[in-house]
C-alpha cells in the first residue's frame, strides 16, 4: 500500500485552474502536517503550501500565493491543492508529502 497517491495533474491553459488530490493510507493522517512541493524540469524540488493537521492553518510559498488553495478532508484522509491564474513557471511535477513520505507524483502543464 503506497501511503501518498496524487492526482488530478494535466494539461491546463494559463489562466486555468486544476485541483490536485493526495489519497493518504497506513499512517495516522489527521494528526499530521501535510504539504506539497514541485520540481519544475531541470530544477530542484521546492516547497509549494503546507497544511496543519487540523488545516486551521497554512502557509504558501510567495509565488503561487493568493492563486494556490492547500485543503485537507480528515474525514477521507485526502489532501488538496487547488490552483488558480496558472502561469507558465507552475509548470511541475506536483507532489505531496507527510509523516517521512512522499508521494510518486503528478505532472501539471501550463501551456497555450
Known amino acids: 500500500q503506497v501511503p501518498l497517491v496524487e492526482s488530478g495533474g494535466g494539461l491546463v491553459q494559463p489562466g486555468g485552474s486544476l485541483r490536485l488530490s493526495c489519497a493518504a493510507s497506513?499512517?495516522?493522517?489527521?494528526?499530521?502536517?501535510m504539504s506539497w512541493y514541485r520540481q519544475p524540469p531541470g530544477q530542484e524540488r521546492e516547497f509549494v503550501a503546507g497544511i496543519s493537521s487540523s488545516g486551521g492553518a497554512t502557509n504558501y510559498a510567495d509565488s503561487v500565493k493568493g492563486r494556490f488553495t492547500i485543503y485537507r478532508d480528515n474525514d477521507k484522509n485526502m489532501l488538496y491543492l487547488q490552483m488558480n491564474s496558472l502561469k507558465s513557471e507552475d509548470a511541475a511535477v506536483y507532489h505531496c508529502r507527510g509523516a517521512a513520505f512522499w508521494g510518486q507524483g503528478t505532472q501539471v502543464t501550463v501551456s497555450s
Open positions: 497506513g499512517f495516522n493522517f489527521k494528526t499530521y502536517y
